[in-house]
């Protein structure tokens, strides 16, 4: 029987044979997943609920020579691909209808050269494994903060964890990484190798190829780091928020907070009497001693009366699982962010009456503190181009209900779309895009240009382009 699958512009079929993908299976080691296949449904969910996608085949990747493989099918037979790295990215880019992922889930090698202080990372590891291996040397690289995410889609597109400020994002830490590009050749990037590339994916995210592994810097962190996790009422969220506002301003580099509106869950932990009402909540970790994260955190944790403070020292792998439980895979999610420079108050206004307004109890709005070593590098030093923001906000739509999911988008979309409306919001952060919704020049400023002149060399067909899209010279973005 013939499977159908869909070329690169979207929209042709293409036919692919048994024959045709039994040739595939023979050079290719790991599972090959088609539909019909038991495992088919398993295999192609993606952590967004919303997005139901069914490609033709699933090819998962058990190392490079396998995504070699996986490149070539795609060439040959004009498929759409896209590419699976941790499955977490909430656009749902890492599957295509009726075309190939190629999978690299399996690959989730993390090896510590902790003489060297650096980790080799496979394409397909989440930050989870990556943390676990590393703190065996009381190491670590700086990541994000749920430990399910993928760290190849989440580095690409910067990485902004709880290290963030004391050593930048995670792209900025990539020492060198291997990749397979369009034309299925096996490239190493680093500084004096293939440097164009190298600093196209610290930060331009899945345009050039796909990264089998990264190498990364290592720092000595924890094993205990001093967390700050405070949770106010919402009638205090303004005069909070101010004061946040102004700690930020002279904030050590070795805390790392966000501030977010939540409404309170109805759980033992919680008092009953405050059980869904509006929160707002101071949430971070300090690298470093206990007593100087006192010093730091005290004036944080007496602006109001609070609802309850779980404040505590945590093993850093704790630390970075301590929100898995309020991503489950299979909820339904869209998140979207613009970077800040005045934390006004009427940006905290809105940010205050937009989250009383949303149709789900699930939903946050995050302001992200960043600086310190983020903007130490100029803005074309990396790909990463929105570097000097100090903050992030985030809008993020989280809910149960299918019938409910114009209702959620909207209201994260519109949020994000009248806060651009305040003086110095500008911007997006291409790990919350929104559902594939950011235009380049958001993303990538300054440095837009000179993606394209990158892109088109190494990807001239786009054949990476279920992702944040640089199209190449010559093509459009409907090709
Ligand atoms: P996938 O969905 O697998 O891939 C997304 C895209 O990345 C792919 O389409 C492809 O373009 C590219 N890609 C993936 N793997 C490869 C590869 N090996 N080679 C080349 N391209 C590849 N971000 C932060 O910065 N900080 C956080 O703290 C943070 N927390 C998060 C928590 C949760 C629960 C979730 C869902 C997301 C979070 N994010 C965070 C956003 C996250 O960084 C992005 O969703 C990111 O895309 C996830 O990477 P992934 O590999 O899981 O993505």
């Known amino acids: 029987m013939a499977k159908v699958g869909r070329t690169t512009d979207g929209a042709t079929p293409v036919e692919l044979t048994d024959d045709a993908i039994q040739a595939f299976e023979a050079r290719f080691a790991g599972p090959v997943i088609t539909p019909g296949d038991p495992a088919y449904d398993e295999t192609r969910a993606l952590w967004n609920g919303v997005i139901d996608k069914r490609p033709a085949i699933i090819a998962q990747c058990t190392g490079t020579a396998d995504v070699v493989e996986a490149v070539a099918l795609a060439r040959e037979h004009d498929l759409s691909v896209a590419v699976r790295g941790g499955g977490h990215n909430v656009a749902g880019y890492a599957s295509a209808d009726d075309g190939l992922v190629i999978d690299l889930s399996p690959m989730t090698g993390v090896f510590v050269d902790h003489e060297a202080r650096t980790v080799r990372v496979q394409g397909g590891a989440t930050l989870g494994q990556v943390d676990r291996e590393t703190q065996l040397f009381g190491l670590a690289t700086p990541l994000g903060v749920v430990s399910a995410t993928g760290v190849a889609g989440l580095s690409l597109n910067g990485g902004l964890g709880h290290l963030r400020r004391k050593y930048g994002l995670a792209c900025d830490n990539i020492v060198s990484a291997e990749i397979v590009t369009a034309d299925g050749q096996v490239r190493t990037a680093t500084v004096d190798q293939n440097d164009d590339l190298f600093w196209a994916i610290r930060g ?97 944790k007496t602006l109001a009366d609070p609802i309850v403070d779980f404040s505590d020292t945590l093993p850093y792998v704790a630390l970075q699982s301590l929100l898995d439980e309020d991503y489950p895979d299979g909820l339904r999610y869209y998140w979207k962010s613009v970077y800040v420079d005045d934390l006004s108050d009427e940006v905290i206004d809105h940010i205050v009456r937009t989250h009383g307004e949303s149709p789900s109890a699930l939903s946050t709005v995050d302001i992200w503190h960043l600086g310190g070593a983020i903007a130490d590098r100029d803005p074309d030093e990396t790909a990463f181009a929105n570097r000097n923001a100090p903050y992030m906000v985030t809008y993020e739509a989280n809910w149960e209900d299918p019938s409910m999911d114009d209702d959620n988008v909207a209201w994260g979309r519109t949020g994000i779309s009248d806060l651009r409306q305040f003086k110095g919001v500008a911007g997006a952060y291409g790990n919350f895009p929104g559902f594939d919704e950011a235009p380049g020049d958001l993303l990538f400023g300054e440095n837009y240009d000179r993606l394209v002149e990158i892109k088109t060399t190494y990807d001239p067909t786009n054949l990476f382009k279920l992702n944040q899209n640089i199209v190449p010279r010559g093509a459009s973005a409907d090709d």
């Not at 995210?205 to 924890?222: A, C, D, K, M, Q």
């Not at 303004?238 to 790392?256: C, F, G, H, I, M």
């Open 204 to 300: 331009g995210g899945g345009n050039f190829g796909i990264v089998t592994s990264f190498e990364f810097r290592l720092y000595e962190v924890g094993p205990e780091l001093p967390t700050l996790f405070i949770w106010y009422h919402g009638d205090d969220a303004v005069s909070v928020l101010k004061a946040y506002r102004e700690y930020t301003k002279t904030a050590s580099r070795d805390a790392n907070t966000i501030a977010f509106t939540y409404a309170v869950p109805e759980l033992d932990e919680f008092p009953e009497a405050a059980w869904g009402e509006p929160a707002v909540i101071l949430f971070g970790a300090f690298d470093g001693s206990v007593a100087d994260a006192d010093a730091e955190f005290t004036q944080l």
